[in-house]
């Protein structure tokens, strides 16, 4: 019933095409082909020429056409735009469709399939020729490619945000030393990939190595699933991973790290909004900061290291400025950081703490005097209950957080409950006096 | 449930007991803290304590309040969650066709 012959040409003509047989009259086809809305800016812009003079736009529901009398028919699909975007991309039953052959796709930019069960087999162009940022974006399509590579290594000179998941059976994912990835998105999600990288080696390390990727202002990796047992287990983050420019965004969720070194990670030196997320990452016992400045004037909006499971016993962000209205996060949901008490802020003038949290775990010490203007910001957040802290420890951040304080901003909070309460004298602070302080010039304190 | 209180240089602080109860915490605008917990709580704004939730969202449609801005840090941390799972990809601009 059907024969299949399919490809594109360069430029104007771009197209999509393939034949299908139809032996009965009439004959209605329906495919299993609709548009992605997100990113078509009109309605018209996937056009499918049935090849009996009929014409009709993709939509984002399943496309049909009755044929009224049986024959072949070469089905073509072109695109107004360098960008290739099916929301799904099946050829149902008799139309099938295994093998989604790019190949010579190579001025697109975007290319967006999802939802194609029946694809088995991609095949991308050896190079792209255009100069916009990359979109690959394939979900959910289970590839049995000849081999356990896809390999994109020879695509230059691009800036890429990359997406690729849900596609079994693709092993390692060769990536291109480009010129400037300004934006590296990877999001990992159920996939069995084991080695990912310009360099991307020997499978069964579940290995991202960004060596020589020259990144540049966002570097985000993602796994939406944590302890999903096919999440990478290795990241490899030296210094040539990033431009010389620097990054302002980095984000590293889900892995199965137990270690993870973001030491070496080039900040931007000039930005006052950059933020470092490490989220999610239920493995991750031992994390390296940079121990000397990372940015010569920029300063970190949000710091965020969440639902980890730390085994550091300090958490120092001298090297980190924060800057005003920050966020630190360094909790996880229960408790897990068993053994991280201290937190270290840069010392500065220029600190002011949105949000602090650092509740359920064995928090206790903080440098707050170091930052002496932190609380001089409305509704500032500081949440440091459930760390089971002695009298004295509560006295210490009670008194130090009195001395920074001055009044004159509201709704500012101090959490200290499920910690000793406070008292006169434990520790030789009196955190009573400092508490009732505290309260005077606006704060609402919790406590035991 | 108790909120006694008390006055330091003319200011009025209130302050909660320990007994386990919903608390609601709010300048006459906006919601400060609404929880149910066994903290005790000491404020120069005004506090609301209740056996239910209920009460307080109650309390809180009466007196018009408003909950603070969500910290855009909840919205990351629940986007990291969900992000992709089901092909989402809203954050990739579009300024390029």
């Known amino acids: 019933m059907i024969g299949l012959s399919r490809h594109f040409r360069d430029k104007t003509d771009e197209y999509f095409e393939f034949d299908v047989v139809t032996t009965s009259s009439p004959e209605t086809v329906t495919f299993g082909m609709n548009r992605n809305p997100t990113y078509m800016t009109s309605f018209a812009q996937h056009v499918v020429e049935w090849g009996d003079g009929n014409t009709s736009y993709m939509g984002t529901s399943d496309i049909s056409h009755s044929y009224s009398t049986a024959g072949t028919y070469t089905i073509r699909i072109w695109t107004r735009e360098k960008s290739l975007n099916f929301y ?14 790019l190949s010579f796709a190579k001025t697109m930019y975007r290319y967006y399939f999802q939802n194609g069960s029946s694809i088995t087999y991609l095949k991308l162009p ?3 020729l255009t100069t916009n940022p990359l979109y690959l974006y394939v979900g959910f399509i289970n590839f049995t490619n ?20 849900g596609s079994s059976n693709v092993k390692r994912i060769v990536l291109p030393l480009v010129n400037n990835y300004a934006s590296f998105q990877l999001t990992w999600y159920d996939d069995v990939v084991e080695a990912i990288g310009p360099n991307a ?60 070194d973001v030491s070496n990670v080039r900040w931007n030196q000039t930005s006052n909004i950059m933020q470092m997320y490490i989220i999610n990452n239920r493995s991750l016992q031992n994390l390296t900061l940079a121990s000397s400045p990372v940015s010569a004037s920029g300063m970190f909006r949000d710091i965020v290291l969440y639902d980890c499971r730390f085994t550091n016993s300090t958490l120092d962000f001298s090297a980190y400025q924060l800057s005003q209205g920050s966020s630190l996060y360094v909790n996880s949901n229960y408790g897990e950081n068993s053994n991280t008490h201290t937190v270290i802020f840069k010392a500065s003038a220029n600190t002011t703490l949105s949000q602090l949290y650092a509740k359920r775990g064995i928090f206790s010490n903080f440098n707050f005097t170091d930052i002496p203007n932190a609380t001089d910001i409305n509704d500032s957040y500081l949440e440091m209950s459930g760390n089971g802290m002695t009298a004295a420890q509560v006295n210490k951040i009670l008194y130090d957080l009195d001395t920074i304080s001055v009044s004159g901003y509201t709704g500012r909070q101090i959490f200290l ?13 009196d955190g009573l006096t400092a508490k009732t302080n505290l309260i005077t010039k606006g704060f609402t304190v919790y406590t035991a | 449930m108790e909120i006694t209180s008390y006055e330091i240089n003319g200011t009025t602080i209130y302050k909660t007991d320990n007994e386990l109860y919903w608390r609601l915490v709010h300048d006459g605008r906006n919601i400060l803290s609404l929880t149910e917990s066994q903290d005790t709580i000491e404020t120069i704004h005004t506090i609301f304590v209740a056996r239910t939730e209920i009460e307080c969202l109650d309390e809180i449609e009466r007196l018009g309040l408003t909950f603070l801005e969500k910290p855009k840090i909840y919205e990351n941390l629940v986007d990291s969650y969900l992000d992709n799972i089901h092909g989402d990809i809203d954050d990739i601009p579009d300024n390029n066709i």
């Open chain 1, 126 to 128: 050896q190079e792209i």
């Open chain 1, 146 to 165: 000849d081999s356990d590579i896809l390999d994109f290594s020879s695509y230059f000179g691009l800036q890429s945000i990359f997406r690729l998941f």
């Open chain 1, 88 to 101: 799904k991309f099946d050829l149902i039953t008799s139309q099938n469709l295994p093998s989604l052959d």
């Open chain 1, 417 to 429: 409950s499920g910690n000793s309460a406070p008292d006169s004298s434990s520790g030789g602070y």
């Open chain 1, 201 to 260: 080696g020997t499978p069964g390390n579940y290995e991202v190595d960004l060596d020589l990727m020259n990144i540049s202002t966002t570097c985000r990796i993602s796994a939406p699933v944590p302890a999903h047992p096919n999440n990478f287990n290795s990241i490899n983050l030296p210094a040539t991973a990033f431009s010389s420019a620097g990054i302002t965004t980095f984000f590293i969720s889900g892995s199965n790290c137990t270690t993870m």
